[in-house]
């Protein structure tokens, strides 16, 4: 159907508050490719382009984020797939937005249109967050992902078994994209049986997310000789006991094979857990690749004897890091190197030595980043001022814990699928590898969604409860008959 002039008019009059914030939103992230051309870099992202140009299921980069560079590879541009990703961005904004108007989701009348607008400010607005779209990397399109799974599932009062399929596929993508995305499914489970939705809802789900991981296992499988997403769970889980683990509390169960893994260098003098990956030498002792199959069962196997011989060291190790989220500045970490990736630059960056040729195969130009003033400058200024603290994201997780706890039944359990996809994003790293900026910026949505219900849900309570009950006037004949007596 044609859309007329004054349809259009009451459109944008109706979400004009959003459409103002998407229009600054899609400036900044013009301005940004004006100063950044055409993209930014990153430590992963040659290794990336490398699984796109020579497909195969790689052991550290699963297949999803490369089969979407191996798409937009006949535009022979990195400026196309950060463009893209930027797009992926604004589309997060619109999903958030929308999903926030909707009327079941808040006992029958959906947010304030300008409510709504303003609660899509940390996504769209975020400088980390234009910077991370810019950069070469899997976080955009993973975090597109999983808000569209999510917000598959809480459109309608009840998901029906095709919203089941595409909520699976969605996530069973993110998981190919970055697997921190595959336990998001358990949380889907539970949020569906919490609230007793039909059981073909999560079969078709289950369904969705279980077949095409069993095929790219079984793809992997045939190219690695294991049943599995990736070959890397085992080094990483080893690098994060490695800030810890005291291999005298449990050298009597370590075989032959796994001392090499110990040091003698004292926990508190230790690198962060990454170094235990990419540069220290534990891993580098054993022959071959350093996520060749037997290490990554060797350090899997080390490290769950570390876990339960010093479980209380691993429990402080995991909260610390996870405390690091809720800071309100955001201190250097987790070294220089990587922190630095996430700013934008004062100069020119060139291709890493070495990758010039992976590089030239995907890009025409052939060239790292070029850095363009006034453009750059500004965004490097705004960038430093314009982002969510760490301090402030707490208090969010906080209010949409609180709109669950206090207001359960009325409110109906749906803030408990953002909240707990929010808290999964946030533990699992910290739990698993270690605490990095970048994996916050994806919980930012389902914080906030889940605070928004909140937020909505206890001010009527707060309201109901503020407004004395209205007294019921007697009948003029019962007055008068009190009055003769």
Same mark, same amino acid.
């Given at each position: 159907m044609r859309l007329s002039a004054v349809s259009v008019r009451s459109?944008?009059?109706?979400?004009?508050?959003?459409?103002?914030?998407?229009?600054?939103?899609?400036?900044?992230?013009?301005?940004?490719?004006l100063g950044f051309r055409w993209a930014l870099w990153f430590s992963d992202s040659y290794d990336y382009l490398d699984v796109a140009i020579h497909p195969r299921p790689d052991p550290v980069r699963t297949f999803g984020y490369p089969f979407l560079l191996m798409v937009l590879k006949p535009f022979h541009s990195v400026g196309v797939?950060?463009?893209?990703?930027?797009?992926?961005?604004?589309? +997060?904004?619109?999903?958030?937005?929308?999903?926030?108007?909707?009327?079941?989701?808040?006992? *029958?009348?959906?947010?304030?249109?300008?409510?709504?607008?303003?609660?899509?400010?940390?996504?769209?607005?975020?400088?980390?967050?234009?910077?991370?779209?810019?950069?070469?990397?899997?976080d955009a399109a993973f975090e597109l992902m999983i808000v569209g799974a999510v917000a598959i599932i809480l459109w309608r009062p009840v998901p029906t078994w095709k919203a089941g399929i595409y909520a699976g596929l969605l996530l069973a993508a993110a998981s190919l994209t970055r697997t921190v995305a595959l336990p998001l499914f358990l949380v889907? +489970? +539970?949020?569906?049986?919490?609230r007793r939705v039909n059981w073909w809802v999560l079969a078709a789900a289950a369904a969705a997310v279980v077949v095409p991981l069993a095929g790219y296992a079984g793809w992997y499988s045939a190219e690695n000789g294991k049943f599995a997403l990736s070959g890397s769970d085992g080094v990483f889980l080893y690098s994060r006991t490695m800030t810890f683990a005291d291999c005298d509390k449990f050298l009597d169960e370590l075989p032959p094979d796994e001392t090499p893994l110990c040091t003698r260098t004292p926990p508190s003098k230790r690198p962060v857990s990454h170094?235990?990956?990419?540069e220290e030498e534990q891993i580098f002792r054993y022959p071959g690749g350093t996520f060749a199959s037997y290490k990554s069962d060797l350090a899997r196997d080390f490290a769950k004897k570390a876990i339960m011989a010093q479980p209380g060291d691993y429990a402080r190790t995991v909260l610390r890091d996870f405390g690091r989220t809720f800071t309100w500045g955001r201190p250097v970490y987790p070294d220089p190197k990587t922190y630095g990736q996430y700013l934008f630059p004062k100069g020119d960056v060139?291709?890493?030595?070495?990758?010039?040729?992976?590089?030239?195969?995907?890009?025409?130009?052939?060239? *790292?980043?070029?850095?363009?003033?006034?453009?750059?400058?500004?965004?490097?200024?705004?960038?430093?001022?314009?982002?969510?603290?760490?301090?402030?994201?707490?208090?969010?997780?906080?209010?949409?814990?609180?709109?669950?706890?206090?207001?359960?039944?009325?409110?109906?359990?749906?803030?408990?699928?953002?909240?707990?996809?929010?808290?999964?994003?946030?533990?699992?790293?910290?739990?698993?590898?270690?605490?990095?900026?970048?994996?916050?910026?994806?919980?930012?949505?389902?914080?906030?969604v889940a605070a928004a219900m909140a937020?909505?849900?206890?001010?009527?309570?707060?309201?109901?409860?503020?407004?004395?009950p209205a007294v019921a006037e007697e009948p003029a004949e019962e007055k008068e008959l009190a009055a003769a007596s």
């Open positions: 459109f944008c009059a109706r979400h004009r508050v959003f459409l103002a914030v998407l229009a600054v939103a899609f400036a900044l992230r013009v301005i940004t490719t797939v950060v463009a893209l990703q930027h797009l992926m961005g604004l589309a +997060v904004g619109v999903i958030i937005y929308g999903l926030l108007r909707r009327p079941h989701l808040f006992r *029958g009348r959906g947010l304030p249109a300008w409510i709504a607008a303003l609660a899509t400010v940390p996504v769209l607005l975020d400088g980390n967050q234009i910077q991370l779209e810019h950069l070469v990397l899997s889907l +489970v +539970v949020y569906l049986v919490v170094f235990y990956v990419w060139g291709i890493r030595p070495g990758r010039e040729g992976i590089v030239a195969r995907y890009d025409s130009q052939k060239r *790292g980043t070029r850095v363009v003033e006034p453009y750059a400058g500004f965004m490097r200024g705004y960038q430093k001022i314009v982002r969510l603290p760490g301090t402030l994201l707490g208090v969010i997780l906080l209010v949409g814990l609180a709109g669950i706890v206090r207001r359960w039944r009325e409110f109906g359990g749906y803030a408990l699928l953002p909240w707990s996809v929010a808290m999964a994003l946030l533990v699992i790293p910290p739990a698993t590898v270690l605490f990095d900026y970048r994996y916050v910026l994806p919980a930012v949505p389902f914080a906030i937020v909505k849900d206890l001010l009527a309570w707060y309201r109901t409860r503020r407004t004395p």
